[in-house]
């Protein structure tokens, strides 16, 4: 039996889990408010406190340091395969300066730093939001020194992709699946036979808008506001990617307010909400180009899709293409831990044939 620590690092939240195999023990989830977090200037100032939110959970549910492995969600620093890979100290070093700063980014670098102090134990990150499988084409845009780039909730996609195909029967590298992951970030992959070969880069404003985010935006105008005198760069990389969206037009990020607003009769709320579920069926219909012909199936997933609401008028929207499977939530642990326990058992049978 393989017992793991898993650490998930969000934008406003720091998700723990231990399991001893694939049997969750206990899951944490350690809000954040904007407040808490706005003392730190950077992400990576955050370190230090967000580690010690980890100790002090595992400390409150009275489990010891005495793990196989500790699994962090993956950093953003280069497009790498999918699959499962060892932390190593100098890639943890170079994480915390890579260009694309999130809270994700964390997750090996508390991995590497817990493990170290645990005699054997090992550090991983597994299928990382810059995981890359996009086919030539996906990476064309019509400014050669701006490509298309892949950076998307690839663990959560992958593992919802196979939990739908497990429950079919099917093989994942058999389908053509349509995911999309709809969360603080949206992204929506086209996947064909198991591999992601389009995808929208969620993270620096490619696609839908989000509850935050301000997604795809007239290129013209945008350059036009960057000289406008009004932004510095990194004001307006804040705006961009955590000031847009749901936030920028009503004031919250939070669908159920969203919704509570549309309830009462708030039809500008309605317009916005319902403009940002086009948005996002647009991307959805879109990716079915890929594959020369409609999918069979669309699946959701992400915080967003717990929303009644939101879900039922995005299937009235893509339904006609393919059915549409539903995974509210996230699966992310869940992949973590059965991807480091294949890695582990992969390497301890190596290891016995020396």
Known sequence: MYSLLIINPGSLSTKISVFHDTTE????????????????????DQ?????????????????????DAVVGRGPLTRAVKS????????????????????????????????ADQIPGCRAYFADPGTTDEMMPEARISGVPQI???SVWHALNQKEVARIYCREHGVRYEDLNLIV????GGISIAAHRKGQAVDVNNALN?????????????PTADLVRLCYSGQYTEQQL???????????????????REVKQMIDAGDDHARVVFDAMILRIAQGIVAEAAVFCAPPDAIILTGGLAHSDYLVSHLKQRVGWLAPVAVYAGQKEMLALAENAIQKMKEEDAAANKQ
């Open 47 to 67: 370190y230090a406190f967000r580690k010690q939110l980890v100790l002090n959970e595992l400390e409150a549910h009275r489990t010891p340091l005495q793990f």
């Open 25 to 44: 023990i206990f899951t944490s989830n350690i809000q954040h408010t904007m407040q808490e977090l706005s003392r730190f200037p950077s992400v990576m």
């Open 180 to 183: 999309c992951h709809m969360g």
């Open 205 to 217: 404003g490619d696609g839908p808008f989000t509850p935050n985010r301000a997604g795809t935006l």
């Open 83 to 114: 699959g499962t890979y060892a932390v190593t100290h100098a890639m943890s070093e170079a994480t915390r300066t890579c260009r694309d700063q999130h809270a994700c980014n964390l997750g090996c670098i508390i991995a590497r730093d817990i």
């Open 237 to 255: 990389l804040k705006i961009l990617n955590h000031h847009s969206g749901l936030l920028a037009h009503l004031g919250t990020n939070d669908p």
């Open 147 to 149: 490509p298309h780039r």
